[in-house]
């Protein structure tokens, strides 16, 4: 019975560590969407500004209300043309960086495990060999 409690103590901490590896990859894939998602719309809408503005002077039109609706559909398509590109170019420079750095994370926990169970260990070791402090 002992053996079985062992293994499945194992297997349970063995589990535990996928799911919290899991967890943090998937928070770096995350991160890297989002971050990509808010750099995409202010590229659409910086877009859509400069468009509008170079419409407007190329035309001689006073305000954007004067740019007739064929035209702000053509910009409107550009722009989003320009999200599109903008979100996938940021994302494949953010999610290898990003699930880099989350992964790093991991490592740097898993040393910081076997600092926690190795420090007591040679404590105990050092005051054994020193002898009893007073």
Same mark, same amino acid.
């Given at each position: 019975?002992?053996?079985?409690?062992?293994?499945?103590?194992?297997?349970?901490?063995?589990?535990?560590?996928?799911?919290?590896?899991?967890?943090?990859?998937?928070?770096? *894939?995350?991160?890297?969407? $989002?971050? *990509?998602?808010?750099?995409?719309?202010?590229?659409?809408?910086?877009?859509?500004? $400069?468009?509008?503005?170079?419409?407007?002077?190329?035309?001689?039109?006073?305000?954007?209300?004067?740019?007739?609706?064929?035209?702000?559909?053509?910009?409107?398509?550009?722009?989003?043309?320009?999200?599109?590109? *903008?979100?996938?170019?940021?994302?494949?420079?953010?999610?290898?960086?990003?699930?880099?750095?989350?992964?790093?994370?991991?490592?740097?926990?898993?040393?910081?495990?076997?600092?926690?169970?190795?420090?007591?260990?040679?404590?105990?070791?050092?005051?054994?060999?020193?002898?009893?402090?007073?």
């Amino acid at each position: 019975m002992d053996g079985i409690n062992k293994f499945s103590q194992g297997a349970s901490l063995v589990g535990n560590r996928a799911l919290n590896a899991a967890g943090y990859l998937e928070a770096g *894939a995350m991160m890297s969407i $989002a971050e *990509a998602s808010v750099e995409a719309r202010e590229v659409h809408d910086r877009t859509i500004q $400069a468009l509008n503005h170079q419409t407007m002077l190329r035309n001689g039109y006073k305000t954007e209300d004067e740019i007739p609706l064929s035209e702000k559909e053509k910009i409107k398509a550009t722009a989003e043309r320009m999200r599109g590109t *903008a979100f996938y170019g940021n994302l494949a420079v953010l999610m290898p960086s990003n699930l880099f750095m989350f992964g790093r994370g991991l490592h740097h926990l898993k040393q910081v495990r076997e600092l926690q169970e190795l420090l007591p260990r040679r404590l105990q070791k050092q005051r054994v060999r020193d002898g009893p402090t007073t």
